[in-house]
């Protein structure tokens, strides 16, 4: 069959390179793609976001099924539009989005559902909010909307929670409401599944890592790289995870007549009282994917077509044994201005170790392939173990040059 693929990250270059090993798989398109995935796809270059472009690209190309990566055409209602032409979709309805598109939404599902999370409060008045803020002193606040990974402020005093407060207002535009959330402390994980609207089916477990520098110091990214599975998670203690969150909440999603297709991802923190969600996203994980991918044992196109038509079978995935890692290399001065022009060499010979390097931020400038974005690639690694997936995946970023390039040097570290 013919497939339309959305978006153009790592993320999206590792769905391509999984989508292309599947037998059922007879031409891949992709909207926008990046120079790696051209390899593995024809690209197009559309408003991704734009459900009337997409509609008409999918229509024109006479594809069976389009796979939407990034979350953005989804709360826009790109699956929506496709679905009402009978075109299969793999991603949820704008309207099942906003588990990711609105943390208030998200947070109404939860306590509907029974599913542990922080206790919080919701303002629409920014002068409340900072009053409320600045009683509780250590606070999280957040941004109501999709706002790239920069919606959300961990505040530890009064003084911090209150400029917190007024830093999110004035970037929401005073428009968007905002949550205060207790801090939670444990350590945090990522658990997704593959969901068609009743059922759904586990992805192994991962962990991203979303400080800048080695030690989880430095600012908040898009996420530094990830590993899977965790090794600090029995079988047994995944399943009940998996029991407790994703079943309760497709029912409430169905019962709403908004049933959930697609990736469901529930942002994990594991705290000393038990598991609790931090956030939903209504697609996979970035840099999770590219692990998980790697790891997943499965005809990912087959998984994503019978989700599509709500005929997911499969309870159990099955993985590959050992593990993945996935190293991001960032751009100089990310995440706050990334330099771009520089130069990248080194691709094949990092491949040539056996690493897949899923490219971001990176564009073909006539032949040359120069850095695009602040994540420009990961390099990513399959392999028996842990430590032998990690020394696979920095042999071959060893390997990977350009000016400026930047990556954490303890990605899985937390797993021993
Ligand atoms: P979110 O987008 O809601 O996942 O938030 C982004 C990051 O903020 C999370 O990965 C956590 O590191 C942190 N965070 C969010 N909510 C809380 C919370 N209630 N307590 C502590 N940290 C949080
Ligand atoms: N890795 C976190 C995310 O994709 O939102």
Redesign the pocket.
Known sequence: MDILLLGSGAREHALAWKLSQSPLLKKLYAANGNPGMARLAHCFEIPEAHPQEVLGLAKRLKVQLVVIGPEAPLVAGVADVLQQEGIAVFGPSAEAAQLEGSKHFAKQCMQKAGVPTASFEVFEQVELAVARARSWGSVVVKMDGLAQGKGVVVARTSQEAEAAVRMLWALGGGKQRLLLEEVLEGWEM?LMAICDGERFALLPASQ?HKRLLDGDKGPNTG?MGAYSPLPQLSESMLEELGRLIFPPVLNVLKERGTPFKGVLYAGLMMTPQGPRVLEF?CRL????AQVLLLQLNEDFLALALACAQGELRQARLKSKPGASVAVVACAEGYPADPRKGAEIFGIAQAEALGAQVFLAGAKNDFGRLRVSGGRVLSVCAQASSLPKAQEMAYAAMEKIRFEGQHFRNDIGAKAF
């Open positions: 990522s991203d996420g996203n994980g970035d840099p999770e």
